[in-house]
């Protein structure tokens, strides 16, 4: 068993994990935007039901508008999806570097591609909403 790591040790590893809870930062922020258009789209679809025709009756929704606005859903939440487990892998991340002081002495290859995996998918959310914006 290896010795418990020294002060130095530890403040080495804190600063490297100390980008990761940055990316945490934006996508937080992300995914505030991408909840609020959520939201947006929600309120757009319930308008579209509640439309008035004419004297007291109810306009039938636009099957256009509605398939539009589902698809929207549909990418909204995939990116929301995306940017949530890419948030889950870099929490893997700062506990792997943790972790690997401690207990196994090279996890470098297991870091590297949670940070990959975490980045492709935050390009993947980031691609759904660039999709999304660019179609409404």
């Excluded at 930062?25 to 258009?37: N, Q």
């Excluded at 039938?60 to 509605?66: F, L, T």
């Amino acid at each position: 068993m290896q010795a418990l790591p020294d002060t130095l040790s530890i403040a080495q590893e804190i600063q490297l994990s100390v980008a990761p809870v940055f990316m945490l930062t934006a996508i937080a922020a992300l995914l505030t935007l991408l909840f609020y258009r959520m939201s947006q789209t929600h309120d757009q679809i319930r308008a579209l039901g509640e439309l008035p025709e004419g004297e007291g009756t109810m306009a039938k929704p636009d099957k256009a508008a509605s398939r539009v606005l589902a698809a929207r859903v549909s990418r909204i939440q995939w990116a929301i999806r995306c940017n949530v487990t890419a948030a889950i892998l870099i929490c893997a991340v700062v506990v792997s570097i943790f972790i690997s002081d401690y207990l196994v002495p090279d996890l470098s290859n297991l870091i590297a591609a949670l940070f990959i995996a975490a980045m492709a998918l935050l390009a993947a959310g980031f691609i759904l909403l660039l999709r999304d914006v660019s179609k409404s």
